[in-house]
Each structure stands twice: as structure tokens, then as C-alpha cells.
């Protein structure tokens, strides 16, 4: 791929960056509303463009140095937003239980 030292990057690998950063920015919106289902689907969509990239090995190269970071500052991002909502989950499913055993002690009480 190079022509005179200088490396001509085909459009189709900047679509398949382009299109993880859709995925991601998506998958965020979706972790912060909390639908996991919508991330689950994302989340396969994106495991396809991963691979894509990985094999062409574009984010090795110098050029997309500011491309890479913004991928991980969204890989981050999106850790951030998953790991949030696996705390509000847990803090509801323990109120959950807590109701629970309230309900079997007045029932076996009264």
C-alpha cells in the first residue's frame, strides 16, 4: 500500500472506525439509560468492526495515533457508563429483597 512513501489508507477502513465510534457513542447512550438489551445488540455489531480493524492493523499506524486514543476514551467511557449501571442494578435488586423478606414477615406474623 505504499506509492512514494506515503501510505494511502483505503476509505473502507476509515468506514469500519467510523462506524465502531457510532457503535460505541451508542452503546453509552444506551448504558446510561439503562438498556441492556439495546448494548447486547450494539455490542455484537461492534465485535464485527473490531476485527475488521484488528486484521487491517490501521490503528497501528502513526497517523490515527489521535484516532486510537479517541477509541479508547470511548472503550473507557463505556466501561464507566456499564459499570454505573451495575451498581444502580444491584442497589434496586438489594431494595428487591429487602421488600421481599419484609413481606414474609408480616404474612407469617399476622
Known amino acids: 500500500m505504499n506509492t512514494n512513501s506515503v501510505?494511502?489508507?483505503p476509505d473502507e477502513q476509515i468506514h469500519f472506525l467510523d462506524e465502531l465510534q457510532k457503535l460505541l457513542e451508542q452503546q453509552i447512550g444506551f448504558?446510561?439509560?439503562?438498556?441492556?438489551?439495546?448494548?447486547?445488540a450494539l455490542s455484537k455489531q461492534a465485535s464485527y468492526f473490531v476485527e475488521k480493524i484488528v486484521r487491517s492493523g490501521?490503528?497501528?499506524?502513526?497517523?490515527?495515533?489521535?484516532?486510537r486514543?479517541?477509541?479508547?476514551?470511548?472503550y473507557q467511557d463505556l466501561y464507566l457508563a456499564l459499570t454505573a449501571q451495575q451498581a444502580e442494578n444491584a442497589k434496586e435488586?438489594?431494595?428487591?429483597?429487602?421488600?421481599?423478606?419484609t413481606?414474609?414477615?408480616?404474612?407469617?406474623?399476622?
Open 69 to 74: 486514543k479517541q477509541l479508547r476514551k470511548l
Open 31 to 40: 448504558a446510561r439509560q439503562g438498556n441492556v438489551n439495546e448494548i447486547e
Open 58 to 67: 490501521i490503528l497501528e499506524s502513526p497517523e490515527f495515533k489521535s484516532r
Open 93 to 101: 435488586l438489594s431494595q428487591v429483597r429487602r421488600g421481599k423478606k
Open 103 to 110: 413481606i414474609n414477615t408480616y404474612r407469617y406474623n399476622l
Open 7 to 9: 501510505k494511502i489508507i
